[in-house]
């Protein structure tokens, strides 16, 4: 069982006035059987507050896996690539060039996806975007 822990970046979402439908997203397109969510958290988009549940994902919750959604596009608060990278102590870049890749089969807007992907620890952290399409068609 590989397990899985999911970070939804939002203003809105954290304040409660808007719900979380990306990190439900993820969990629905997860083969139930194969992934286990081990911890699921929302943080509005600030780059201690991403840091910091990142950090806890992969070194006290012993994810295998973080997805983050939200906080990749270019607005001036979309800082979740730039959090990532931070703590991460390896990047993955063929990953995010994948996501943008099969995306831009669908959508050119996917060229301005900002994802990253790298390794904590033993964690792979995985940027998703925000919108759902994005997310399915990511995974």
Avoid at 7 to 35: E, H, M, N, W, Y
Avoid at 78 to 93: F, G
Avoid at 105 to 112: F, G, Q
Wanted: hydrophobic fraction near 40%; aromatic fraction near 4%.
């Amino acid at each position: 069982m590989i397990r899985v822990a999911i970070l939804t970046v939002s203003d809105s979402c954290a304040a409660q006035s808007r719900v979380d439908v990306s990190g439900q997203t993820i969990k629905g397109v997860l083969p139930a059987g194969k992934f286990e969510i081990c911890d699921y958290r929302i943080v509005a988009d600030e780059h201690k507050d991403i840091e910091e549940a990142l950090i806890d994902f992969a070194d006290t919750a012993g994810a295998d896996v973080v997805f983050a959604t939200g906080g990749t596009g270019l607005w001036p608060r979309d800082v979740t690539p730039e959090a990532t990278a931070t703590v991460c102590q390896q990047m993955v870049p063929g990953l995010a060039e994948t996501m943008r890749s099969e995306g831009l089969k669908k959508t050119k807007n996917a060229m301005l996806s900002r994802v990253v992907a790298g390794i904590r620890g033993n964690t792979i952290v995985i940027n998703l975007p925000g919108s759902v399409k994005g997310i399915e068609d990511s995974l």
